[in-house]
């Protein structure tokens, strides 16, 4: 129990025995101060905050109490491994979560764990997921497929208002890594026409512009895009596609922009103007509508069309068809030309749609060489 005093009255006698008695009393209260202190100061991590995900190389707050100045001398490991010097104040300190952490690829829980010479440890758990390696390398996006139009008295046929037409395309990407790329597809210039991009078969929208491409992925990866002519329309428009990786910090190149200019009343530009296909006629069980052939089940159906070269050489024509399950394809083989053919070589196909038959491509594709041109039609039920 502590000493009790009692006032000292002017006139009495204060004796050792008494100074001695409020000196110890003293001592004990520094004491009691002293190892409050202690308590108060005592080292303690009260949260971490940084990058949500948080990785390895990204930088952290350690808040609590207790820290030493300079901030230097405190010891910060996190997984067990020494943290950068930390730099800060006596509540709060930054430092950088080892680069060289190891982390599973879910991503997991480490202590962080900080001494200094007033205590320690105090101890928190945060967690943390893998580094995020950026690829590099760049993107190419190559302009492979026109659409087939009606021929017009025997001439390539023509873009006309209110009509849809398919243009193939093909993306890769030339990275060290595998990634996720987005392509972009916009139309610049009159307002009314417009572009959207095609899922990997028929022709509804694709429910994501994200594509995966592998690490160096040298093989063309098919990316169809129909463009809507307006009812009306009378100005131009460049039909634009862009390819561009989207992981964060991303290092690949994206590629140059593939403009094609449209035009009401011109040819679909070709990726190679030396050869052109256009569709010539569609009888039997076989119709045109807009853009597509329309076939009747069970009945064969006739589709002419006409091959125009500008150049001389040997070239083959090899009609395929995608997905040809219900179609009977039989006739469907290699054509030899000869070049050049400014009138046009109409060539002809027949074909059946049986009861299982769906939408389906059919893709022309000549070959002179190095040289290769594909055309598509899209044939219905």
């Given at each position: 129990m502590p000493t009790q005093f009692s006032h000292v009255q002017p006139g009495d006698l204060i004796s050792s025995t008494l100074m001695n008695q409020v000196i110890d009393e003293l001592v004990a209260l520094r004491q009691l101060v002293d190892a409050l202190q202690v308590v108060t100061t005592n080292v303690a991590i009260t949260s971490i905050t940084g990058p949500n995900p948080l990785h390895p190389g990204d930088p952290i707050t350690i808040?609590?109490?207790?820290?030493?100045?300079?901030?230097?001398?405190?010891?910060?490991?996190?997984?067990?491994?020494?943290?950068?010097?930390?730099?800060?104040?006596?509540?709060?300190?930054?430092?950088?979560?080892?680069?060289?952490?190891?982390?599973?690829?879910?991503?997991?829980?480490?202590?962080?764990?900080?001494?200094?010479?007033?205590?320690?440890?105090?101890?928190?758990?945060?967690?943390?997921?893998?580094?995020?390696?950026?690829?590099?390398?760049?993107?190419?996006v190559t302009y492979k497929t026109a659409p087939v139009l009606p021929a017009e008295n025997g001439n390539p046929g023509t873009i006309h208002a209110n009509i849809s037409y398919i243009f193939g395309y093909e993306i890769r990407a030339f990275a060290n890594l595998p990634g996720n790329y987005s392509v972009s597809v916009t139309t610049v210039g009159d307002p009314t026409w417009s572009a959207v991009l095609l899922g990997d078969t028929g022709t509804s929208p694709r429910d994501s512009s994200v594509f995966p491409l592998g690490a160096d992925q040298v093989n063309g990866v098919p990316a169809n895009i129909r463009v809507q002519v307006n009812a009306g329309v009378t100005g131009t428009a460049t039909l634009r596609?862009?390819?561009?990786?989207?992981?964060?910090?991303?290092?690949?190149?994206?590629?140059?922009?593939?403009?094609?200019?449209?035009?009401?009343?011109?040819?679909?530009?070709?990726?190679?103007?030396?050869?052109?296909?256009?569709?010539?006629?569609?009888t039997g069980a076989a119709s045109v509508v807009g853009t597509t052939i329309k076939f009747t089940k069970g009945t064969p159906g006739t589709i002419s069309y006409l091959v125009f070269l500008s150049e001389a050489g040997s070239y083959t024509l090899?009609?395929?068809?995608?997905?040809?399950?219900?179609?009977?394809?039989?006739?469907?083989?290699?054509?030899?030309?000869?070049?050049p053919q400014i009138g046009g070589s109409r060539q002809s196909l027949i074909l059946i749609a049986t009861d299982s038959a769906g939408t389906a491509e059919l893709l022309y594709t000549v070959v002179r060489g190095q040289l290769i041109q594909r055309y598509a039609v899209t044939l219905t039920v």
């Open positions: 808040n609590g109490r207790g820290f030493v100045v300079p901030a230097s001398l405190n010891s910060v490991t996190i997984g067990g491994l020494a943290a950068p010097d930390p730099s800060g104040t006596s509540t709060q300190l930054t430092t950088v979560v080892p680069t060289n952490l190891g982390v599973q690829s879910g991503g997991q829980f480490f202590d962080v764990v900080l001494n200094n010479a007033r205590g320690g440890p105090a101890k928190m758990s945060i967690q943390i997921s893998p580094k995020v390696v950026a690829p590099a390398g760049h993107t190419s596609v862009d390819l561009v990786e989207t992981t964060s910090g991303t290092a690949v190149t994206p590629a140059n922009n593939i403009d094609v200019l449209l035009g009401i009343g011109q040819v679909p530009p070709s990726p190679q103007s030396i050869i052109r296909v256009a569709l010539d006629s569609a090899t009609p395929t068809l995608s997905p040809s399950a219900g179609w009977n394809t039989s006739n469907l083989s290699p054509v030899p030309l000869t070049g």
